[in-house]
Nanobody, 119 residues
């Protein structure tokens, strides 16, 4: 079962930090891509960041570059999203997803974790 499980969301003041975790069970390949997405109320879901399981390649949305860092811990089968200098516009439900075969399509999605940034 490759269902990812997110945790670490919460309420934080603007300028603060949170670290989200995505625990993935099952076998992952070095080419497997783990991505973070977010969806704010009334808005489309948007890409935030992604990393391949080898840790070689990362990618970020322009809106979070320099503030968010994605990383992985192979031993724990977990991907992290460190979010610093949070802004009210970062408020959203954050989802972790797996592109297990690096096909360009995210096949497995978590249930989401709420991040709320107060001004």
């Amino acid at each position: 079962q490759l269902q990812p499980v997110e945790s670490g969301g919460g309420l934080v003041q603007a300028g603060g930090s949170l670290r989200l975790s995505c625990a993935a069970s099952g076998r992952l390949f070095s080419s497997t891509i783990i991505g973070w997405f977010r969806q704010a109320p009334g808005k489309e879901r948007e890409f935030v960041a992604a990393i391949d399981w080898s840790g070689i390649s990362t990618n970020y949305a322009d809106s979070v570059k320099g503030r968010f860092t994605i990383s992985r811990d192979n031993a724990k089968n977990t991907v992290y999203l460190q979010m610093n200098s949070l802004k009210p516009e970062d408020t959203a439900v954050y989802y972790c997803a797996l592109d297990w075969a690096a096909s360009g399509k995210y096949d497995y999605w978590g249930q989401g974790t709420q991040v709320t940034v107060s001004s």
